[in-house]
Structure formats: C-alpha cells, structure tokens
T-cell receptor, first 114, second 114 residues
C-alpha cells in the first residue's frame, strides 16, 4: 500500500529559526513529489514540485530535497517568519498506472511565534 | 485567471437532504479532481476527470455520492441523501498535464450535515 507520512504533526518555533519538515513514503517508485501549504479555512497552494529525477528544488527561503532510495523528502524553511505559519502537506504521484492520483500526507502544522 | 471557483463556500443542511457542490476549473485545464478533507482521514481523493470523462472514482465512499462534468468549465458533486458523517471540507482542484503538472485548488466548500 502506498502511504505518505509526515512527522512531526505539529511544530512551534520562534521567528528567525531555520526548520525542517519531514515526509516519508513507502513506495519509492514515485513520479514526482509536491509540497503544499494550507492556510486555515483555505485551499492548498503548491510550493515546490520535485520530479523523480531531481534531488532538490528551491524557491526563495524554501528548499525541498528528495531521496528516493530512502523514501524521504524534506522541506527546509530558512529564517522562518510568522507569515510562514500554516499546515504543510507533501503529496506523492506514482507512475502512469495510477493516473493523476496524488497521495497526501496528513500534514505538519507549523506555528512561527514572533 | 480567477483560479478554481467553488460554490457554495459554506453549506449547512439536515440529514437526508440533497447537497450539490459546484466547481469551475481554471480555463484550459483538462483534469479536475474532487477531494474531501476531515480531521480523522486527512485529504482523500474522491474522483477525478480528464476531458470531462471520469477516470477514477474509486475514492467515492458510496452510492450516495455522484459527480458529473457536463462540460470543460463545470463540475458538480452531489450527495443524496446526506448524513452527518459527510461533514467535511470538499475541495475541487484542476491541472494541466505535463512534466511539471501542479494541481490548483479551490477554496473549498465547508459542509455541515446536522
């Protein structure tokens, strides 16, 4: 069964800290992996997408890495700000046999305290 | 583009009533997804369409749920009859296929069945 797990479920840090969110997946034969952000009462916003052939993607203060062999991805947030407070979800897409289905983790709820 | 549009944003109904959720995908996107999010089960894919054709409805919980996509710019998710356990946030998302496909989510419909 293809499962995606995110640890920790919740994280609280002071403003300015660098932090890492973790995502693990049971089946390493992925097509791509995405990190999403969800603000309270809102939909999901895609932050970064990493293809299976890539090792990392960067956007501003965000860096996502992918290690297929170990079934892990990390989202690194540099110099965290209160505006980064949200729930972060990772989602995995498997090859075409599963169509366009994404398998989501349960998310990490991040709070950045001023 | 206005993004993915969902209506209504909030719906409160009584058990046994019919509920219809609506979605307008981003113009030019030919994939449309319906998700359900609850605290207990996280984000679950219910069904998705490609070029208005249902591709995978294995996530639809039971026959009380049905989805249609009569044209490229409109989709509905119907629950009849509704039950309290259907209370959740229902998201619609759309995407354009390609190497860097990203799903764009609507703001969601928060459904409460009393």
């Amino acid at each position: 069964k293809q499962e995606v797990t995110q640890i920790p479920a919740a994280l609280s840090v002071p403003e300015g800290e660098n932090l890492v969110l973790n995502c693990s997946f049971t089946d390493s034969a992925i097509y791509n992996l995405q990190w999403f952000r969800q603000d309270p009462g809102k939909g999901l916003t895609s932050l970064l997408l990493i293809q299976s052939s890539q090792r990392e993607q960067t956007s501003g203060r965000l860096n996502a890495s992918l290690d297929k062999s170990s079934g892990r991805s990390t989202l690194y947030i540099a110099a965290s700000q209160p505006g980064d407070s949200a729930t972060y979800l990772c989602a995995v897409k498997y090859p075409e046999t599963s169509g366009s289905r994404l398998t989501f983790g349960e998310g990490t709820q991040l709070t950045v305290n001023p | 583009d206005a993004g993915v549009i969902q209506s209504p944003r909030h719906e409160v109904t009584e058990m046994g009533q019919e509920v219809t959720l609506r979605c307008k995908p981003i113009s030019g996107h030919d994939y449309l997804f319906w998700y359900r999010q609850t605290m207990m089960r996280g984000l679950e894919l219910l069904i998705y369409f490609n070029n208005n054709v249902p591709i995978d409805d294995s996530g639809m919980p039971e026959d009380r749920f049905s989805a249609k996509m009569p044209n490229a710019s409109f989709s509905t998710l119907k629950i009849q009859p509704s039950e309290p356990r259907d209370s959740a946030v229902y998201f619609c998302a759309s995407s354009f296929p390609g190497e860097y496909e990203t799903q764009y989510f609507g703001p969601g419909t928060r459904l409460l069945v009393l």
